[in-house]
């Protein structure tokens, strides 16, 4: 469990919001990040609304509908109508509570399973370098960044031949694996974080090429693995409202500044691209957000702020094109 408490410099609710949360903790594992933040954009990445904000597992718990981001103080207000200048300790341990691994159907679900299969239960989504993966995978994945297309399979035969394998015993293997996914004519249809076919997130790098996402997630994730600038341009499922982020020089500037991602996946088995992809999406507000989730039950996960959808993205697939 990670918690992070952000507020502004010289804030005297600081000290007391850290002094409940390890009363709260009460020796619970955590690990306990304080940030200082100075600026409007810095507290929209955060998701903070107010010093002092403590997020668990980068989500504000004690979040209020229509709040928006601030370097102002923050009021609490508690069950018996009083407030208070931070979250009780009883309100902090629900959270934590809520946080935690709960069991179903017999098995430890935890807060990392909603990032399964984007994260491959950890195994993330860098192909081994046996039997040619990583090296055709890699080709696919620059291809795509040259062109905005997916290669064929004359394009990556000499990639497969380096591990004396074909082309397409090399995409069989990956898509098996679930690193590309392959249409009915065995042709490339989606290689994370691309798609070869539109989606509602578009990508324009720096140099002009124009490219498709699978999800929000992967969209945030390609500056970091191609190491250039880019502009993502998405839409809010719900209220149509454009979502654009724009990296320049490895920061990322968000409009509208309240926007959030939602992270979740279905309750099914399959390929990232039928059970996740989907649902991972933009969001102009939080509030939008919640109304999404509202209307499709079947998916389970949570809303992020900037910074940690940021996080995620640049985790998951900054070093795909790494050379070791």
């Known amino acids: 469990m990670r918690i992070t408490v952000l507020t502004v410099p010289d804030c005297p609710n600081a000290p007391v919001a850290a002094d409940r949360v390890r009363t709260a903790l ?14 409007e954009a810095e507290a929209a ?4 609304t107010g010093s002092p904000t403590v997020l668990v597992n980068g989500t504000d718990p004690f979040a209020s509908a229509g709040a928006t981001a601030s370097v102002s103080c923050r009021i609490y207000r508690h069950a018996d109508g009083s407030t208070d200048g931070a979250p009780g300790v009883d309100e902090l341990r629900q959270a934590l509570d809520a946080a935690a691994p709960a069991e179903a159907d017999g098995e430890v679900r935890c807060e990392s399973d909603l990032l399964d299969p984007v994260g491959r239960a950890g195994r993330g989504r860098r192909a081994p370098a046996e039997r040619g993966l990583r090296a055709v995978q890699q080709a696919v994945l620059r291809h795509f960044a040259d062109t905005g297309q997916a290669p064929g399979a004359m394009v990556l035969e000499p990639y497969a031949a380096g591990a004396g394998r074909s082309a ?50 992967d969209a945030l994730g390609i500056p970091k693995m191609l190491n250039t600038d880019a502009v993502i ?11 654009q982020v724009t ?18 996946r279905r309750a099914c088995d399959g390929p990232a691209a039928a059970v996740c992809c989907d649902a991972l999406n933009f969001f102009a507000t939080a509030d939008s957000a919640q109304s999404w989730i509202a209307q499709h039950p079947d998916v389970r996960g949570r809303t992020v702020g900037q910074h940690q959808a940021e996080q995620i993205g640049r985790q998951t697939f900054g070093s795909l094109l790494a050379d070791h």
């Not at 009460?26 to 600026?39: K, L």
């Open 45 to 48: 990445r955060w998701g903070m």
């Open 168 to 217: 397409a015993e090399v995409l069989s293997d990956l898509a098996r694996e679930d690193f590309l996914t392959l249409d009915e004519d065995a042709q490339i249809r989606a290689a994370y974080p691309f798609s070869a076919v539109p989606t509602v997130h578009r990508v324009t790098l720096a140099g002009g090429t124009q490219l498709w996402s699978m999800c929000a997630i």
């Open 233 to 243: 341009v998405s839409v809010d499922p719900i209220t149509g409202e454009r979502v």
């Open 26 to 39: 009460a020796g619970r594992a955590a690990t306990v990040d304080y940030v200082e933040v100075t600026e």
């Open 247 to 264: 990296s320049d020089n490895g920061q990322m500037a968000w409009e509208p500044a309240s926007a959030v991602v939602f992270v979740g």
